[in-house]
């Protein structure tokens, strides 16, 4: 079955610090990998995503991600953590079995702390 | 900002009442989705189609309908509301195979 992970409910970094929050994947193909982000009372805004070509891709806010095929893993990085950056952070996939859903992890909670 | 409304922003209405949760895309969008979310946690999908006349069930949809007669358009009805109905609803829209746009969201509250 094809599943996405974020093995982690909370992440906690200075401000200033680099941030990684971790997403794992299960699908059959190439999988295409999104980040998403929501702040309170908010919906999802759409960050970066891998679909082919260069591993490392670049974001919106300074955030990039890095798709790595051998670990099925697509961590989500910023080099210098900012306090607006807390907020809660999705990884998705697209099911690759032609049904055009989407399957989202269960989100990681980023505390960027002053 | 995506060009995605959803309306109400906020609705608290009886159990047992019929309620429509509007939402609406102006970026000419095929896919459109329906999502459940509490607040902070996980998302569940309700519903999605692939265009207009086409509409597909999620994960949690038993308790509601949608239909999609224009592409822009993509309205979620719950028959008879409950209170476990309580919950924040997204509408997401895409084009073909990329991203998702979010709209910001309906939270209802159902006593």
């Known amino acids: 079955a094809q599943s996405v992970a974020q093995p982690e409910d909370q992440v906690n970094v200075a401000e200033g610090n680099p941030l990684t929050v971790k997403c794992t994947y299960s699908?059959?193909?190439?999988?295409?990998l999104f980040w998403y982000v929501q702040y309170p009372n908010r919906g999802l805004q759409f960050l970066l995503k891998?679909?082919?070509?260069?591993?490392l891709v670049k974001g919106s806010y300074g955030f990039e991600a890095e798709f790595n095929k051998s670990q099925t893993s697509f961590h989500l990085k910023k080099p210098s953590a900012l306090v607006s950056d807390s907020a809660l952070y999705f990884c998705a996939v697209r099911d690759p079995s032609g049904t055009y859903k989407y399957i989202f992890g269960t989100g990681t909670r980023l505390k960027v702390l002053a | 900002e995506a060009d995605i409304y959803q309306t109400p922003r906020y609705l608290v209405i009886g159990t047992g009442k019929k309620i429509t949760l509007e939402c609406s895309q102006t970026m000419g969008h095929d896919k459109m989705y329906w999502y459940q979310q509490d607040p902070g946690m996980e998302l569940h999908l309700i519903h999605y189609?692939?265009?207009?006349?086409?509409?597909e069930k999620g994960d949690l949809s038993s308790e509601s309908t949608v239909s999609r007669i224009r592409t822009e358009h993509f309205p979620l009805t719950l028959e008879s509301a409950r209170p476990s109905h309580t919950s924040q609803y997204l509408c997401?829209?895409?084009?073909?195979?990329?991203?998702?746009?979010f709209g910001p969201g309906t939270r209802l509250t159902v006593l």
């Open positions: 189609s692939y265009g207009v006349n086409s509409t």
């Open positions: 699908v059959s193909g190439n999988p295409y």
């Open positions: 997401a829209s895409a084009l073909g195979l990329n991203e998702q746009f």
């Open positions: 891998y679909i082919t070509g260069d591993n």
